[in-house]
């Protein structure tokens, strides 16, 4: 049975272990939703799609299911479709284009020459999805992308704890809110390294952008609520 979003909750939680509740439980649906984008750019989800043509050469983007513009780049068009043992007989990129045609159509893929009713296959890559009720990614990915997620909600703890040393007049107090965002930022870096291997992107995985880098903070998080370390009311 495929994993669903609140199995994915429940370990980010575990392996984060933010006893003090920093991280309300919005923010667990967003630290997944990024650790998500990311593995599926490493990992896309292969979807392997046979349309009939309407004899007119177009074919919907629409009737991709799965395809995202921005993400899934050119799909491979085998015509006519193989049979088992025989070598696929793709369509050369150069064969076909994109066309927008107005609203409802859309963007088509325009593919000249295909009978009505023959069936064309289309294969390409899309992102991930984990929804209340099914999951795409594979079950042997599940602890990895949940590793991911809680490396994203360490940084932002270490981020806090960084913020919250700087702000304290009080020596003690900076001590240990300075101790807590190393330990959490070391178990950030463990956990992505973990991922990555797992992966097999050995431990060069991106991390998060050093302390200089400019960023802009002034946006809503994925899930269109506020950011755990740059709240709006202070911006």
């Not at 370990?11 to 990024?34: F, N, S, T």
């Not at 296959?121 to 999805?129: D, I, L, V």
């Not at 990614?137 to 981020?159: M, T, V, W, Y």
């Not at 002034?218 to 709006?232: E, F, Q, V």
């Amino acid at each position: 049975m495929a994993k669903v979003r609140d199995d994915f909750r429940k370990q980010v939680r575990r392996l984060i272990r933010d006893g003090a509740i920093i991280i309300k439980p919005d923010d667990y649906d967003d630290l997944i939703d990024r650790a998500l984008e990311a593995y599926s750019k490493k990992v896309p989800r292969p979807v392997v799609l046979d349309l009939p043509s309407d004899g007119s050469g177009d074919f919907p983007i629409s009737s991709l299911t799965g395809f995202d513009e921005e993400f899934s780049g050119d799909p491979e068009i085998e015509y006519p479709i193989s049979n088992a043992g025989d070598e696929p007989s793709m369509i050369d990129r150069r064969d076909w284009k994109y066309y927008r045609k107005p609203a409802p159509v859309g963007l088509v893929i325009r593919l000249f020459g295909i009978p009505n009713g023959n069936q064309v296959r289309f294969t390409f890559k899309a992102p991930h999805s984990i929804t209340d009720t099914d999951s795409t990614p594979p079950q042997s990915d599940f602890n990895a992308i949940c590793k991911l997620a809680a490396a994203e909600g360490c940084d932002d703890l270490s981020r806090h704890y960084t913020q919250t040393s700087e702000s304290s007049f009080i020596q003690a107090d900076q001590a240990i809110y300075q101790s807590k965002a190393r330990e959490y930022e070391s178990r950030a870096k463990k956990l992505r390294e973990q991922f990555s291997a797992h992966v097999g992107a050995g431990s060069q995985e991106e991390g998060p952008p050093a302390a200089s880098v400019t960023k802009n903070w002034d946006t809503r998080n994925s899930r269109g609520g506020d950011r755990l370390t740059h709240p709006r009311r202070f911006r």
